[in-house]
């Protein structure tokens, strides 16, 4: 679809940091929720942190104190900032925007954590 755009995604070293961003094309409407997923090489795909409309987080246990989603609405943008960064967190990260009309995705950005 097109409507999210990840960037940020980088080579890091264990025990350094990531910025990551998406950003929305356009306003998308009826917005429940806007998350990171992950998906490492033989993985399934997995949530790593979300922000409902009403900016309740929540993280996987593997992440937190780690990472910290946020948004900026006035940019459509979410953020995930991730510190600490260790050798298992190397995945390609999708944003997602879980809306009443059903799910959009960004098509990916590779973290790779080298120990």
């Known amino acids: 679809q097109g409507q999210l755009a990840e960037s940020g995604g980088g080579l890091v070293q264990a025990g350094g940091s990531l910025r990551l961003s998406c950003k929305a094309s356009r306003y998308i409407f009826s917005v429940n929720a806007r998350g990171w997923y992950r998906q490492a090489p033989g993985k399934q795909r997995e949530l790593v942190a979300a922000i409902t409309s009403g900016g309740s987080t929540n993280y996987a246990d593997s992440v937190k104190g780690r990472f910290t989603i946020s948004r900026d609405n006035a940019k459509n943008t979410v953020y995930l900032q991730m510190n600490s960064l260790k050798p298992e967190d190397t995945a390609v990260y999708y944003c997602?925007?879980?809306?009443?009309?059903?799910?959009?995705w960004g098509q990916g950005t590779q973290v790779t954590v080298s120990s």
């Open positions: 997602n925007y879980d809306t009443l009309g059903g799910g959009y």
